[in-house]
């Protein structure tokens, strides 16, 4: 496979997911709960673009692809973190996934 489809299929997984967490709070949220949820919104639907914008490598998009919850992996990580809001983000989003595909990158050379 190659780079472009590996990288649409993780585009379509970060997407669903996105539907999904803004679904289940249609569905199950009030109005005012889901006001409460914007931030995290707003900061979920900037991490895709981050991952949409970004030049990752091919096992940096593997190891996201086997991520269940790519976006609240990613949000998790960063919200607890301190400094400017969105180079912030940035940095930590490319950093927690440098670190995944590191620990992947070895947990493979183990099995083999």
Do not use: C
């Not at 976006?71 to 973190?81: I, M, R, V």
Request: aromatic share 8%; net charge negative.
């Amino acid at each position: 496979m190659n780079y472009d489809d590996l990288k649409d299929i993780l585009m379509k997984k970060v997407e669903q997911e996105l539907y999904n967490y803004k679904h289940n709070l249609i569905k199950n949220y009030t109005p005012e709960q889901i006001i409460n949820e914007a931030h995290e919104i707003n900061f979920k639907e900037q991490i895709r673009d981050i991952l949409d914008s970004s030049m990752l490598g091919r096992q940096e998009i593997k190891v996201l692809l086997k991520t269940d919850n790519i976006l609240a992996e990613l949000y998790d990580y960063w919200k607890h973190s301190n400094g400017n809001i969105w180079g912030q983000l940035e940095d930590r989003v490319e950093e927690k996934i440098t670190k995944m595909a590191l620990l992947d990158y070895k947990k493979n050379r183990e099995v083999r």
